[in-house]
């Protein structure tokens, strides 16, 4: 069976090595010297100042929009994955949704400005499929109507723009370390801002607010990773030029494979440096994207309805219409991407689109 993506493992050997350093330490959490080391490298790595570990993506969202949503409304996008409109929802702010680019399908930033009224508090885009937002024009509306900017870059991890880690962008960045995402920790995440005293705030507020054991600085939550996590996080590390240069490959093949004068692709941001971290495809309508998918899925391959379905039309948000969003969810498709995807499924996937197609 071919899914969308697997999940990369080291080997089990590595992984070993650095959880005998905990159990011979006897510490398995609260910032143990595993989570510390993790986040030095990926400092390096990613060469940005600042990170805070978390145990997922969404929770440094909820952290965020804690500290800055105010129960105000929240500019959104409606293409993006559940937990970017739960976590709004959750932390009893009201999501507005700003139709995305047909192109990019990151937020449309040039009807963000009719969505703001006097409640807004804050926007929170999302780095779709590691594609940057417009970041400098959504900066420019933020500091005009002073909002407060929120990027969940789930999809982001390697991506930079303009030369930076695209996490270094928005008053708050946030990251995904879940299995299913480009470097993992099994369940984790991060939290990321350049802002010295909102690290301090995000940093207390990912563990209950504590200032020392006995006094809090404020109000805080569970945000903690445990030493298990980090150590998967210290093994997978070292591969990632490995996997980033396996699913460039792919991404190349599919580049050069499939018949695009019935599909249309990603169009990655200009000044970015991409992390092939997902490729859809769109198609011209639905009814062609579940023949398509039918015949995949008779052949054991499973790609994925990613985005699905459009935000605003889930039934606790009740939002209003977004056109494009709608639209694009109702005809794109995730094809299979993961290192260890072989030359042969790969003509296998393309073949069998392609001629679905004719
Ligand atoms: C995966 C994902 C999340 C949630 O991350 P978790 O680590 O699963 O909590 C949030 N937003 C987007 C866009 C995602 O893809």
Redesign the pocket.
């Known amino acids: 069976m071919i899914n969308v993506t697997k999940t990369f493992l080291p080997p089990i050997e590595e992984y070993n090595k650095y959880l005998e350093r905990a159990w011979n330490k006897q510490w398995i959490t609260n910032r143990g010297e595993l989570v510390l080391e993790l986040e030095e490298k990926l400092k390096r790595s990613l060469g940005i100042d600042n990170i805070i570990i978390t145990n ?4 440094p ?1 909820q952290i965020a929009l804690k500290l800055f949503g105010k129960g105000g409304e929240i500019i959104t996008t409606p293409f ?5 409109t739960a ?1 709004i929802v959750w932390e009893n702010c009201k999501p507005v949704f700003v139709d995305i680019h047909p192109n990019y399908l990151t937020i449309d930033e040039t009807k963000i400005e009719a969505a703001i009224t006097s409640k807004t508090t804050a926007i929170l885009a ?1 780095h ?1 499929f590691g594609n940057p937002c417009n970041v400098e024009a959504i900066e420019a509306i933020a500091n005009k109507y002073n909002l407060k900017v929120i990027y ?1 870059a ?2 982001g991890f390697a991506v930079n723009y303009k030369n930076k880690s695209i996490f270094s962008y928005g008053d708050v960045s ?1 990251c ?3 299995a ?2 480009l470097f993992h920790t099994g ?3 991060a939290i990321f801002t350049e802002q010295k005293d909102l690290h301090h705030k995000l940093f207390y507020s990912h563990n209950f607010g504590h200032n020392g054991p006995l006094e809090f600085y404020g109000l805080g939550i569970n945000g903690k990773i445990s030493e298990l996590q980090a150590a998967l996080g210290l093994a997978v590390l070292p591969y990632m030029e490995e996997i980033l240069s396996k699913r460039k490959e792919v991404v190349s093949f599919y580049n050069d494979n499939l018949d695009f004068s019935k599909l249309q692709t990603l169009k990655i941001r200009k000044d970015t440096d991409w992390n092939y971290s997902y490729y859809p495809i769109i198609f011209e309508n639905e009814e062609v994207l579940l023949k398509v998918q039918k015949e995949l899925n008779q052949n054991n391959i499973y790609p994925r309805r990613y ?1 699905y379905p459009s935000l605003n039309t889930i039934e606790y948000t009740k939002g209003d219409k977004m056109p494009i969003s709608e639209s694009i969810v109702s005809r794109i498709l995730c094809l299979p991407l993961y290192v260890g995807l072989s030359q042969t499924d790969l003509i296998t996937i393309t073949n069998l689109i392609n001629n679905a197609l004719c």
Do not use: I, P, R, W
Request: aromatic letters at 12%; charged letters at 10%.
């Open positions: 997922n993506g969404t929770l969202l993006s994955y559940v937990a970017t976590a999302t779709v969940d789930a999809h946030t995904s370390f879940h299913t995402k369940e984790g995440g985005f």
